[in-house]
């Protein structure tokens, strides 16, 4: 090939062909995997499906008596088997000339020997009348087959929907010929989510005989629900078994579907296809093409010149679904739960060509004057030179880098979030003040590291007029807030959010204010929730920057103006509160990375949060805690309460990041940069557990868990942040210990150590106390966790799935060395499951804890393995304690391989699966046994997380520096 003609590529076509491309949504996925071990009856009467058809019927409103519910795998079986069950071989069906029986399933009806009896359709739709006269004409006794049956589709084939007014004349008509009444749910999850329904679920169980409910439309890798009503359902499931669709795996389908309705990801997912059709839609209006249907749905149907088809097919694939003239067709557009926003814009960007005749919409003064060829300009060209018919071609040499919009980089095919895109331009233009009021209250509740609102004047603006309040702020607290408020029926938070960013884009070289400071705090809890760090950590270092600012503002006028300090005390209370939140959720979302450090927590000069009870009531506090004041030396900081909960959590963080900073470095073997280089590591480890116990010897004994339970801060609304309060603490403590135990175990099983040396022997028994100290705290996380949930005040964040991902190591590790786990082994493997419940749960509210998920099963693997030998442990010198090999990454994956060193030449050699870079062959089994040094060191080498765990936060990009060689 020529230098100068680079190699090229066709760009790949992105469909809108069908509402089925994709495979599944990632979250049914997660599900399945999680399932996929345990042992369930066979052919639908499993757990998960029994949990689906609950799920299924709540959000019908329907019992148990009622409905019965059965899964198939396809759309094509659900309607073959809702029909032949319920003819006799004489009688027919009716549906409508577009219905989805008649022209797309091979006969499937005739072939089971029943009539199908064509009924004209409006907009895809039956109508009374019509359906009144096929039956009339059908009457013909004995020799016509008996109408007996009814099919319509919701969403109908040309993506429109019945009103419930419509089905209620349809039912009436039904009733008075005696006709059962079947709806096609292929797409019902966009027809009850369309702008234009009015049906509600149980409108469904009301006014139809059998229905069903797609799933593989909706985000699931197959299935559908069969919905039959109590008078058809006796021996239901023999026609399913005879027509093959019993499946002895009907577990697959329900787990997907208790996935799908057990929150609101089904309806969440069918909002996301109307919108993108919606868009799209618009687009072809704005540009004058003619709808062929009403978009109601995700189904467009439009009238293109076929110039423009031609063109866009080159980039995207879609139905032509009716040539007309040979000029001009009708084309079909689907957009599924997947469909990517962006790939949208580029079809809408794609769309607008121009007559180069006059500009107007292509076509129009051409056919006028009858003008041949009309001539189209290409986007890609010069306008006044018609585009060449060649394929578009991209250098494979291009740079790597990922495409921007405005509201930074964009979701390529492979790292997308499902799903993405806005609703709208303003998805909170409608959001009722309630709402907005119970979505403050979740935020308060759930999100106590974040608490620098204040709630009575925020309320009270809301309840009167919630217009003035910053629509970003409004849109940044639902998309953190949504997922808890099901039954509000909101957007996925991915729609706000994907708001939130785009106006913060706009605003981003406005003048600071406190409610765009507050919504990037929030849009960052968002980020780190989603399971993209580094976003967050954007986020969070915008809103600070800002936020200092304003206190930088505030505090001048103060100084020149004392007198009125009083009457904005409110005001400036915030941005302290704003300030010390950003403090705490830089600590949070840096945990372990090598970052410098600005200032340390005692030398900022931020006055401390003053006390809620002062806050709220707008009352000046008797004294201002400066971070200096946080000492055993100073009265005015002895004995705090939960009221100053907030100053308490924001010292405890910046504790706990060093102590974690501090653990990740030893663990690497380099000396601590975070407090003095002049320090040894020994000496850096007393002065963190120096400031730890002060720390909490500062907190009233109210305050520390379990001294005092949780049960009776719940009483007082400050459950969640008692909670955080002690977590922190836990946490930093397993951290500090687990460095210190691995360095006690190294010291013990030194072969250069005299065994004999009092020395070793003092190390074995703080080691042995400082395991009891690791035991102890992860039966706490796990306690004050479950006490919360017991009371009604559940806390499900991104810190807490962190520190029952931690708890749930040690509570494993305890498992299979039991000796000094409070309550034993019975007792540690109960801890255990009530961490992986906690963590499983934790899936259904935020994506960043699928990682955390497939890593305790991992692990749980290892340790079980573990278990089986035990033998080599009882081999060592210290019997009790397992000795198992084999390294856990921080994210728990067994390496395949791991380096060990030659005895002679001191290189590294590596041992694993074949599949690994080092080939020498060594099974598991025999990586059990080694030394006692490596056997009980690596034990301890919990996939705890270190810097890589936000990647990108060393060097503020995705990937490493590149090699300057």
Not at 344 to 356: E, H, I, R
Request: aromatic share 10%; with cysteine; glycine share 6%.
């Amino acid at each position: 090939m020529p230098a100068s003609c680079p190699e090229t590529e066709i760009y790949p076509q992105y469909s809108f062909a069908d509402d089925y491309s994709e495979g599944a949504h990632p979250q049914l996925l997660e599900a399945l995997l999680r399932s996929n071990s345990t042992q369930q009856i066979s052919y639908g009467t499993d757990d998960y499906s029994n949990e689906a058809r609950q799920l299924i019927r709540t959000r019908l409103q329907a019992t148990e008596d009622e409905v019965a519910i059965h899964f198939v795998p396809s759309g094509t079986s659900a309607n073959l088997i809702c029909i032949a069950s319920c003819l006799r071989p004489y009688e027919a069906v009716l549906t409508v000339d577009s219905g989805h029986i008649v022209s797309k399933e091979a006969g499937a009806i005739e072939a089971t020997g029943h009539k199908t009896i064509v009924v004209p359709g409006v907009n895809g739709k039956m109508t009374p009348g019509n359906l009144d006269r096929a039956v009339r004409q059908n009457q013909f006794f004995p020799h016509s087959a008996k109408p007996r049956l009814v099919y319509i589709s919701n969403a109908t084939e040309l993506g429109t929907v019945y009103t419930k007014r419509e089905l209620q004349e349809l039912s009436v008509v039904c009733k008075r010929w005696k006709l059962l009444l079947l709806m096609d749910g292929a797409r019902i999850g966009v027809a009850l989510s369309a702008p234009a329904n009015d049906l509600t679920p149980r409108d469904l169980v009301d006014l139809t005989d059998i229905f069903w409910i797609g799933g593989t439309k909706m985000g699931a890798l197959l299935g559908e629900a069969i919905v039959v009503r109590s008078h058809l359902a006796e021996d239901f499931v023999l026609h399913l078994k005879q027509h093959g669709a019993l499946l002895a795996k009907a577990r697959i389908m329900g787990v997907q579907f208790a996935e799908l309705f057990r929150e609101n990801l089904f309806f969440d997912l069918a909002s996301h296809a109307n919108d993108m059709a919606q868009r799209i839609s618009a687009n072809f209006e704005k540009l004058g093409y003619p709808l062929t249907a009403p978009t109601e749905t995700n189904q467009v149907f439009v009238t293109l010149p076929m110039a423009l088809l031609r063109r866009l097919e080159e980039r995207f694939r879609f139905y032509t679904w009716d040539p007309l003239d040979g000029e001009q067709a009708v084309v079909r557009l689907v957009t599924s739960w997947a469909t990517d926003s962006l790939e949208v814009d580029k079809f809408n960007a794609q769309s607008k060509v121009k007559c180069v005749h006059d500009g107007h919409p292509p076509c129009r003064r051409c056919q006028r004057i009858n003008r041949q060829p009309c001539v189209l300009t290409d986007s890609r060209s010069s306008p006044l030179r018609p585009r060449r018919d060649s394929l578009r071609v991209q250098s494979k040499t291009r740079p790597a880098s990922k495409p921007t919009t405005e509201s930074g980089p964009v979701n390529t095919h492979n790292d997308r979030q499902w799903p993405t895109g806005t609703t709208s331009s303003n998805p909170i233009a409608s959001i009722p003040s309630s709402v907005l009021i119970s979505a403050c209250d979740i935020y308060r509740k759930k999100f106590p590291v974040a608490n620098f609102l204040h709630y009575p004047s925020l309320i009270t603006e809301i309840s009167a007029n919630p217009s003035p309040v910053d629509p970003v702020f409004v849109a940044s607290l639902l998309s953190l807030c949504a997922r808890f408020l099901p039954e509000h029926q909101l957007q996925p938070g991915e729609t706000y959010a994907n708001y939130a960013r785009m106006q913060l884009a706009h605003r981003a070289f406005e003048g600071p204010s406190l409610y765009l400071a507050q919504s990037l705090v929030i849009v960052s809890l968002y980020e780190w929730g989603s399971g993209r760090p580094y976003k967050a950590w954007m986020y969070s270092g915008m809103a600070t920057y800002m936020i200092q600012s304003l206190l930088k503002t505030a505090d001048d006028s103060m100084e020149h103006n004392p007198d009125e300090f009083h009457a904005f005390q409110i005001q400036y209370e915030q941005l302290v509160r704003t300030y010390w939140c950003c403090f705490a959720q830089d600590c949070e979302l840096s945990s372990g990375a090598r970052q410098h450090f600005a200032l340390s927590f005692r030398q900022i000069s931020v006055p401390l949060p003053i006390g809620d009870h002062d806050f709220n009531f707008g009352r000046r506090a008797s004294h201002r805690l400066m971070p200096a004041n946080l000492t055993r030396d100073s009265p005015l900081s002895a004995g705090m309460m939960i009221d100053h909960g907030l100053t308490i959590v924001t010292r405890g963080f910046d504790i706990f990041v060093r102590i974690l900073r501090f653990a990740n470095e030893s663990r690497r073997g380099r000396t601590s940069s975070s407090l003095s280089v002049s320090l040894s590591p020994q000496k850096t480890w007393e002065t963190l557990k120096e400031e730890l116990d002060e720390w909490r010897s500062l907190q009233d004994v109210t305050v520390r868990y379990p001294a005092t339970n949780a049960q009776a801060h719940v009483a007082l609304g400050y459950g969640e942040l008692f909670a955080y309060i002690n977590l922190v603490y836990f946490m930093s403590i397993l951290f500090l210990h687990r460095d210190r135990v691995l360095s006690s175990l190294k010291l013990m099983h030194d072969p250069n150590h005299d065994p004999r040396v009092a020395t070793n022997f003092e190390e074995s028994a703080w080691c042995e106390a400082a395991i009891e100290q690791l035991f102890e705290a992860a039966q706490n996380i796990g306690g004050i966790l479950s006490a919360l949930d017991a009371s009604g005040a559940s806390v499900i964040t991104p810190y807490t799935g962190f520190s029952v991902f931690v708890a749930a190591h040690i509570n494993m590790y305890g498992t299979v060395s039991p000796r000094g786990y409070p309550g034993g082994q019975e007792r540690a493997e109960r801890e255990k499951r009530g961490n992986f419940t906690y963590l499983e749960q934790l899936c259904g509210f935020w994506p960043v804890g699928h990682s955390w998920w497939r890593a305790v099963q991992e692990a749980s693997k290892f340790y079980e393995t573990a278990k089986s030998n035990q033998e080599h442990a009882a081999s060592g010198n210290r019997p009790g304690h397992l000795t198992l090999a084999s390294t856990l990454d921080e994210y728990g994956d067994i390496r395949c391989s791991r380096p060990r060193h030659d005895a002679n030449t001191g290189i590294p050699q590596h041992h694993g699966p074949a599949n690994c870079p080092a080939h020498a062959s060594i099974t598991f089994s025999e990586q059990v046994v080694m030394d006692e040094h490596e056997l009980e060191t690596e034990m301890m080498q919990w996939p705890f997380i270190d810097e890589t765990w936000t990647s990108g936060f060393d060097t503020g990009f995705d990937a490493a520096w590149p090699n300057p060689s």
